[in-house]
């Protein structure tokens, strides 16, 4: 088990950031990545599956982008919504869905 930095060391965002995700063992941005997908998803539904889906994506890879660089989540992580959003692009613009 990893030291868990004390509080009084946090002297801006990133150190907050780190120290956040180091006290819940590296989930809490992924967590709060995915909550942010699913939110995202649900809330555009009405556009149709694929829509949401690509839209969702889209916009949790530009969030994951200065959460990597602030070294917050794991290179897996935005490889993977990188793949994804991908994917669903390609079905997207193959779909009948308008």
């Keep these: 088990m990893t030291a868990i930095p004390l509080p009084e060391n946090i002297t801006g965002v990133a150190d907050f950031t780190q120290y956040i995700n180091t006290a819940s063992q590296g989930w809490f941005w992924t967590g709060m990545l995915m909550t942010f997908t699913l939110i995202s998803f649900l809330w555009l539904a009405t556009f149709g599956f694929r829509r949401a889906a690509t839209t969702a994506l889209f916009a949790s890879t530009i969030i994951a982008i200065p959460l990597r660089l602030l070294s917050v989540i794991d290179d897996k992580v935005l490889f993977t919504y990188a ?6 692009i390609v079905v997207l613009y193959f779909s009948d869905e308008t």
């Design 83 to 88: 793949i994804l959003t991908g994917i669903m």
